[in-house]
Each structure stands twice: as C-alpha cells, then as structure tokens.
C-alpha cells in the first residue's frame, strides 16, 4: 500500500512496507528523493530501528540470550499499520509481533508520523515501551536525496553545508564488518561549515558526524540552488554517506546512536548512545527536511 500527502509546497509519498517514503516533489513534479537503483542502492529512505547500522557479526545479547539482527534492524523490512491519514498527514505504526520478537524480545510500538506544511515535511518518530522492563534501542533516518537533483548538473556541482563552521574528525568505518573505529579518525572540517561532493569522499563509507554544534545541514547545487535542508535537533548523530560505487545520490542520515564500535562489548545496553526507555514510557524524536 502507498498513500500520498501534500501541502501548498511538497508532497510525499510513503508506502506502507518499512512506513518508507518513496518520493518528495515540490510543486512542479521535481522529484528530490532518490528513486532507487539496483546499480547503485536499491534502497531510498529506509527507517532504522532498533538498530543503526551493523552489529558485530550480526548478533547481539540481550538480558544474557543472543539475538541476530542484519545491518539497520528490521523495522525497514516490515509492515507497518496505517493510523491515520489526512491531505498533510500521515501516522504508520508496527507493534511486536511473533516475528520481531526472534530479533528482540520486547514489547515495542514505533510510530512514524509524517506532516507536510508549505514546502517541508517533517518526520518524527515515536518510540513507545508497552513492556514490563527497560527497553535499549536506537533510531534513526536514512533519506538519500538526487545528486544531481535538475538535468545539466553533476555530483560535483553539489555541497553538503552546516549552519555552523565545525571542527570535526570522523571516525574510520571497517568496511567488511561495518564496525566504526573512533580510535582511527581524520579531520573532515577544520573550523569549516561545508563538505564540496565527490564520489571519492564516500569510498570508505559514511562520513559520521557524533560532536556537531550544527542543527542544520543543506545538501544543495552551487549552480541552481536546488536541494534539501534538513533540521535534526535531537539526534546526537549524522550520517552523510552515498555508494562507494559512484551512486547519483547522498544521504543525509540523522540517528540517536550509531553501529557496534570496535572498543565495544556485544551487550546492546552497553552500545554507546543506546536510548533506555523504561516500561509504559514513550520517545519521540523528529527531523525535518525542507525543498530548496
């Protein structure tokens, strides 16, 4: 099932497998949401839950038992329930079910409520413990947008921006196990705000962001202005990654915490930035991303 939702400036459209969007268009049927190839990244903007990116070989433990999760966790894979839809909103929910408990054992709701006003559209996510005992988790967004984004542009013509001129150092990402190494880091801005886009800046991996003073980032051409700016207060992480194989697209990826780091146990409370929700509480959290 897909449904669509608009507003004088944008709509959006999101299907119901992984409560994934599928496209952004401004008015004129631009569209500024990665399509998906299998060439490059099938994907376009998958949900991450409980997990961000890859635990060490797949498995973790939790209260002394050992669950497997593949790369993201499998909120991105599942169906999601329909709560409710009007012209500029839209409310998916996935509960705990027989099949989520194999991969972790809790009693879980996770919302994902989309909302569209003028030209941005806002995507917040409610995480809510329905169970007896703390629950750890992540979450987080994984948007990749066009790169280019308007005919007659290329993937250099682009610029990822901060709002804020940043010092920062990103830390290595192994590339056969996923696993991030903060003790292997190398500066990616030096009292700089942005980021010039070259597909050789993603060949090994991600650039991951844990210490930035920016709430803001853009993504846009140089040329024609067009592009994505995306507000994410509340996440303490952000992801900037495109396919190492020269993919036409970057994603710009806010998370609440990251993936299994090598100076790490395989104990998921102990993961760095796990969020702990105790029983009957509820986590909200949202970003936004507004059309250029």
Known sequence: MSITIKSSGISAQIR?????????????????????????????????????GTIRNGKTEIEGKTYEMKRHGF????????????????????????????MYPFDFELQIIYRVEGCRLTNEYVVINHD??????????HPA????????????????EFEKEETADCPSVNMSTGLIDFGNCRRVLDGERAIPMRHDVFYKDALIFDS?????????????GKGVEMDFPGF???????????GP???????????TCEDEDDVMEHKRN??????????????????L
């Open 16 to 52: 119901s497998l992984g409560a994934q969007l599928t496209s952004i268009q401004n008015t004129d049927g631009l569209e500024y949401l990665w399509q998906g190839d299998a060439q490059h990244w099938s994907g376009q903007a998958p949900v991450l839950f409980p997990i961000v």
């Open 75 to 102: 909120a991105r894979n599942m169906e999601f329930q329909l709560l409710e839809q009007q012209e500029d909103r839209a409310v998916f929910s996935l509960r705990a079910n027989e099949e989520t408990r194999k």
């Open 132 to 141: 007896g005992r703390q629950m750890p988790f992540v979450v987080g967004g």
């Open 145 to 160: 947008f066009n790169c280019p984004i308007t005919a007659g542009e290329n993937f250099e013509d682009y610029v990822v």
């Open 212 to 224: 930035l003073k920016s709430r803001k980032v853009k993504l846009y051409s140089k040329k024609s």
């Open 236 to 246: 303490d992480y952000l992801g900037v990654w495109s396919a190492a194989n020269d």
């Open 249 to 259: 697209f970057v994603a710009l990826e806010p998370w609440t915490g990251c993936a």
């Open 274 to 291: 796990m969020t702990k929700l105790q029983p009957g509480e509820k986590f909200s959290v949202a970003f936004s991303v507004t059309l």
